[in-house]
């Protein structure tokens, strides 16, 4: 059986896993500027052997490692959904799972799954999800997606250590603290990737949300102990220590540092009651703390943060449709 946990393939092409998005499209010769988004879609015609119109490789961001691929299976005439669990399971072995499922009523028959499939395999996933009909996708009809996934802890095992560093570092500049102000929202927050297995009250999941950090937001910090003992999740803190020339701004969970005097944009979003009943939210890169619309602690923690050198606030209005 074909083993995928060394890398994937783009038509003849083989790339590692743990390969960036940006090093992928340098070796496939693709402009750098696609990498940009952490999602590139080229045209392919195989997936593996199987026929294909396009495959996509998605990242983090273009300097974190390729976490998933998926290829869009090309339309072949006369090739019945079983068919393509047959040629992907000659090519990976039975799979561990196989599910059919029927066209709603009064949907078109390309926007519904007929049959979806998995195959276990060492550190990685493989799924294969067969449309009712051909759907329209970049560079031609597709019948279905054969996916093909990383696993998040080896991804993350190379970026690991310096994200650890950085914490340690921010915990001991909180040591020295220097200022610190507390702001009230009106609803609580909650830690970026906090989603992760057994959530944050299993070793676990602190470990898979440390994983998910360091790839995914590695600009977000674990709060310090001696941040987050002041705030509950329904506070945030602007705060500075004596020991280094930086500010930053915590939730409970995560932190973000931001050298004085360098440029940083600072969002302040105001959306009025409409179909919803409006927010505020301030945003610091992947950092962002939301309350009620025309909070006053967001917009206090705004002047607060504006008088900081280097610091440009932008305003967005609309309405919460």
């Given amino acids: 059986m074909l083993d995928v946990s060394a890398g994937f393939r783009i038509d003849d092409r083989e790339l590692a896993w743990g390969i960036t998005l940006d090093e992928a499209c340098r070796l ?26 396009s495959a996509r490789l998605s990242a983090p961001a273009a300097n974190r490692p390729v976490l998933a ?30 599910a059919r499922h029927a066209i709603a009523e009064g949907q078109r ?10 195959w276990p395999a060492a550190d990685c996933g493989i799924s294969v999800s067969i449309f009712g009909a051909p759907r329209k996708v970049a560079h031609g009809l597709s019948i279905g997606t054969l996916w093909l996934s990383w696993s998040d802890e080896r991804a993350a095992a190379p970026y690991l250590a310096e994200w650890r560093e950085k914490t340690v570092q ?15 929202l009106d609803w ?33 910090l674990e709060t310090p102990g001696e941040i987050a003992e002041r705030l509950t999740p329904s506070h945030f803190a602007i705060w500075r220590p004596a020991s280094e020339r930086v500010w930053c701004a ?21 959306m009025l009651p409409a179909k919803g009943g409006g927010y505020s939210v301030l ?38 449709c």
């Fill in 28 to 53: 496939l010769g693709v402009p750098a500027a696609h990498s940009a988004s952490g999602d590139i879609v080229l045209r392919s015609g195989l997936g593996f052997g199987l026929p294909a119109v």
């Fill in 69 to 98: 691929v998926d290829y869009a299976l090309a339309d072949v005439g006369g090739f019945r959904p079983d068919d393509w669990i047959g040629a992907v399971s000659d090519l990976f072995g039975s799979p561990e799972h196989c």
């Fill in 109 to 118: 028959p390309q926007d519904g799954v007929v049959l979806y499939a998995r």
């Fill in 170 to 184: 921010l915990a001991a500049d909180a040591s020295t603290l220097a200022q610190i102000e507390i702001y009230r």
């Fill in 188 to 220: 609580p927050a909650y830690p970026a990737h906090g989603h992760a297995a057994g959530g944050l009250e299993t070793e676990e999941g602190r470990q898979r949300r440390r994983r998910l950090l360091c790839l995914h937001a590695p600009d977000l």
């Fill in 250 to 270: 915590s939730t409970a969970w995560d932190t973000v540092v931001v050298p004085l005097d360098e440029p940083v944009s600072v969002t302040h979003i105001e």
């Fill in 283 to 320: 945003e610091i890169g992947r950092w962002s703390v939301r309350s009620a619309q025309g909070s006053a602690a967001i917009a206090a923690a705004e002047a607060r943060i504006a008088a900081f050198p280097g610091v440009n606030i932008t305003r967005h209005d609309g309405y919460d």
